[in-house]
């Protein structure tokens, strides 16, 4: 079964401007949500997670119960930021990964 | 002093040939993972394992299997490769079941 969604396989913005990367889920319980990053042939590395309620990088992500989602934002989108993201659950004691989200940020 | 590395970088085969990819983490962690990267960007977990259980994702087929010779290390050998192999394959380790993933730099395998 699908537990983590993210319908945008491919998101293009300007730099500048505002971003948002869509992750919904399907878990009856109480979720723990993260998204990861990976830059262009590197590791994926820890971006957030929703019970660290933190900024990193000017990106945030609340965890929307009532939607079951998770998405990431960032008011004013760089050109690092270019990047594949991937929102991930655990369930079961398992990581489960969405499809992930390439973002490009057009300078 | 990386936390997990993986060895080969990079790894150009041919179809039959049998292969390991080695992967070794140096943070402590209990469990450790291998994960395949395919050329649509879709990850998907194999394996996951800890001293006490290895748990198989359903869907590998059995040419594949993790060997840990200890805590600090999960090895993946693979026999009779094929050209759907062909990924990026990641380690990957966590303090427990629950918690954040640290991974490796991947391999990426090329099945010729």
Redesign the interface.
């Known amino acids: 079964a699908q537990r983590v969604t993210q319908p945008e396989k491919l998101l293009s913005v300007f730099k500048g401007a505002p971003v948002e990367l869509k992750c919904n889920y399907s878990y009856s319980g109480s979720p ?1 949500l ?1 998204w ?1 990053v990976q830059y262009s042939r ?5 971006l957030l ?1 929703h019970i660290s309620r933190e900024s990193i990088k000017g990106f945030t992500a609340d965890l929307n119960k009532g939607e079951t989602s998770f998405h990431l934002k960032k008011p004013f989108a760089q050109e690092e930021d270019s990047a ?1 993201y ?1 929102c ?1 659950l ?1 369930y079961g ?5 969405g ?2 989200t ?1 973002l490009t940020v057009i300078p | 002093d990386t936390a ?1 590395s993986q060895t080969p970088k990079y790894l150009v085969t041919q179809m039959g040939n049998d292969k390991s990819i080695k992967c070794e983490q140096n943070l402590g962690h209990d469990t450790m ?1 291998w994960y395949k990267q395919d050329s ?6 194999m394996f ?1 394992y800890n001293n006490k259980e290895l ?1 198989i994702n359903e869907t590998v087929p059995n040419r594949f299997s993790p060997k840990s010779p200890d805590k600090a290390h999960l090895n993946l050998h693979i026999n009779s490769l094929e050209l759907g192999d062909s990924a990026v394959y ?1 380690c ?1 380790s966590s303090q427990t ?2 918690s ?7 391999t990426r395998l090329t099945v010729t």
């Open positions: 723990e993260f990861y590197q590791r994926l590395q820890l997670r594949m991937y991930a655990i004691n398992q990581f489960y990964f499809t992930g390439s | 997990v993972y649509k960007k879709f990850l998907k977990i996951s748990i990641f990957a079941n629950n954040p993933l640290h991974f490796g730099n991947g």
